[in-house]
């Protein structure tokens, strides 16, 4: 098995559930085995039958990884776009993530760390996004305003991360922002 599969150590103590790939083949050959030992008897009989049960298993480890690795890719897509989603929700967290995915805080910071990302900093960075949007297009009528729809509490720490961000304040965002939607006086 370490052979096929060099991660295999990693495996021991696995439960290997009906959900898994290949689960149900190779647990109907061992409970066939067990019924009928004297196919054992034959070491020709037997050792074929070893290899096809080693490779069912292989295949069941092999199979489970790249649809874990899809999986992970889908969360991590799904997680992306339940934040997008609640921006405004002040209860936007990682644990909220962990709930609404059913997975584990843990599993969270995995599939973001896989990006080199933590979902924090994902949050963080969407929100400001989300705000320099509502201030530049005029949904918002103060910078407080933008800064409490999208989950900021404290102004100036909103400022500071703003400015930060976008190397301007958003201030300046507002004041450049009215100024394109108020016409400008007709000089005729």
Do not use: C
């Not at 103590?13 to 196919?39: F, K, S």
Request: net charge positive; proline share 5%.
């Amino acid at each position: 098995l370490t052979g096929k599969v060099p991660a295999s150590v990693g495996f021991t103590a696995t439960i290997l559930d009906d959900t898994r790939p290949g689960i149900i083949p190779l647990r109907e050959m061992i409970y066939q085995t067990v019924q009928t030992p004297v196919l054992m008897n034959n070491p020709d009989v037997a050792g074929r039958f070893s290899q096809t049960l080693l490779d069912l298993l292989v295949l069941s480890l092999e199979l489970q990884d790249h649809a874990n690795a899809a999986s992970e890719r889908d969360l991590y897509a799904r997680m992306r776009n339940y934040i997008s989603r609640n921006l405004t929700n002040p209860e936007l967290s990682v644990e909220s993530m962990a709930l609404a995915h059913h997975v584990s805080v843990r599993t969270v910071a995995r599939t973001f760390a896989r990006k080199q990302k933590t979902p924090a900093a994902v949050i963080w960075q969407e929100r400001l996004q989300a705000s320099r949007d509502a201030l530049e297009q005029g949904r918002v009528t103060s910078v407080s305003q933008a800064a409490l729809d999208y989950g900021f509490s404290d102004f100036s720490h909103f400022s500071h991360a703003f400015r930060k961000a976008f190397g301007v304040t958003p201030n300046s965002v507002l004041k450049q922002s009215v100024q394109v939607f108020i016409p400008s006086p007709d000089k005729s």
